[in-house]
Nanobody, 127 residues
Framework: QVQLVESGGGLVQAGGSLRLSCAASGRTFSSRAMGWFRQAPGKEREFVAQISRSGGTTYYADSVKGRFTISRDNTKNSVYLQMNSLKAEDTAVYYC????????????????????WGQGTQVTVSS
């Protein structure tokens, strides 16, 4: 099973940027799609972005489209989430997860389609 560790969270003012990183170890990283999810206080965890195993296909939640960019570097066993134009409503704990589906170029946004979750990193956007 792969181990995932997120980093890069913090406190930022509205309109600012953060770059989250997720480092993977324990299994061949490049064989799976990766996803980012987030959970705000009092809310359910929600899908943010997905990237295919090669990095050539990406999907985003409507709420972050045009502001967030998911990317990966398979040589470094890492996936990233560049977050720009941050809003107060982006405040949440952000998690990366490994997809357990085989067709990685198709959108998969349900939590049950992912496993090997990281511990999460807190992002707080002040207005």
């Amino acid at each position: 099973q792969v181990q995932l560790v997120e980093s890069g969270g913090g406190l930022v003012q509205a309109g600012g940027s953060l770059r989250l990183s997720c480092a993977a170890s324990g299994r061949t990283f490049s064989s799976r799609a990766m996803g980012w999810f987030r959970q705000a206080p009092g809310k359910e965890r929600e899908f943010v972005a997905q990237i295919s195993r090669s990095g050539g296909t990406t999907y985003y939640a409507d709420s972050v489209k045009g502001r967030f960019t998911i990317s990966r570097d398979n040589t470094k066993n890492s996936v990233y989430l560049q977050m720009n134009s941050l809003k107060a409503e982006d405040t949440a704990v952000y998690y990366c997860a490994e997809g357990k589906f085989s067709i990685t170029t198709v959108l998969h946004r349900a939590e049950w389609e992912y496993d090997s979750w990281g511990q999460g990193t807190q992002v707080t956007v002040s207005s």
